[in-house]
C-alpha cells in the first residue's frame, strides 16, 4: 500500500501483483495520475471496482457493500456440497468429537477450511467456527468434518451476506472483545474474540485461542482485551500514517 499527500490531497494506491485499487479525495487528480501510470506502465483502466481478490463490490449511495458470493459458490462446488440443505448457525451449540475414525482425504480438509478462512474477510460471522475446525487440520476425524459440513451448509443459506461499509461515518475507533473459557475439551484454551470499528464500519476481527490455559474466566477476559488493546494500538498507528501523518 503507497500513500501519498499534499496540500490536504490523500491518494492510496493498493497494489497485489498486478491488480491495483486506487482511490483519493480528488477525482480530477486521480485521473491525471492513472493517465501518468500509463505513460510509464503497461496497464489497463478497468474503471470503477467491482471486483478484486474474490471479492465483489457493489457501490451504493450509503457506501460500499462487500460479498464473496461467487468465491463461496465455488467452495460449495469443491465440496460437492452445491444441492445441500441449509441451516441457521455455523456451529452445533453442543459438539461430539469423540470420533476416532480419521477421515481419509486430509487433502480436501485442508483445502475447505483454507478457503473458509479467506472467505472470513467479510464474514466475520464464520471466525469462530472456522476457527475451531483450523485447529485439526493435522489429523482431522469425522467428527472435525462434520463440523466442516455444518459451517458450508450455513454458507450455502447466507450466500448473500456480507460486509457493509458506510460512507458518512464518524472516525471514531473502538472495539468490543470477549472470551470462551476454557472452551477446548483437550487443551482448555480460551479463545479470543474481538471486533473493532471505525465509526459504524467493522475494519477487523479475529477468533483464535490463546497459547497458554487461563486459570480463571476473569484471566481469559484480561488476555482477550490485551489481544484487543494490541490491535487498537496498531490500528491507531496506522490511521495516524493515513489521516495525520505529521503525528505518526
Known sequence: MFV????GRVVILLLYVDDIVLT???SRFVEEFIVTLGTRFAMKDLGPLHYFLGIEVTSTPQ??????DKYAADILRRAHMVDIKPTATPMALRLDL???DPFPDITLYGCLVGALQYLTMTRSDLSYAVNSVCQHMH???????GMVKRILRYVHGTLDQGL??????SLDLYAFSDSDWADCPLTRCSTTGFCTFLGSNCISWSAKKQPTIARSSTEAEYRAMA???????WLTFLYGILVFPSLA
Do not use: C, K
Open 227 to 233: 489481544s484487543t488493546t494490541a490491535e487498537l494500538t
Open 164 to 169: 457493509y461499509i458506510v460512507r458518512n461515518s
Open 4 to 7: 501519498y499527500q499534499s496540500n
Open 24 to 26: 483519493d479525495n480528488d
Open 98 to 100: 469423540a470420533s476416532t
Open 63 to 68: 457506501g460500499l457493500f462487500l460479498s464473496q
Open 139 to 145: 489429523a482431522p476425524n469425522m467428527a472435525h468434518f
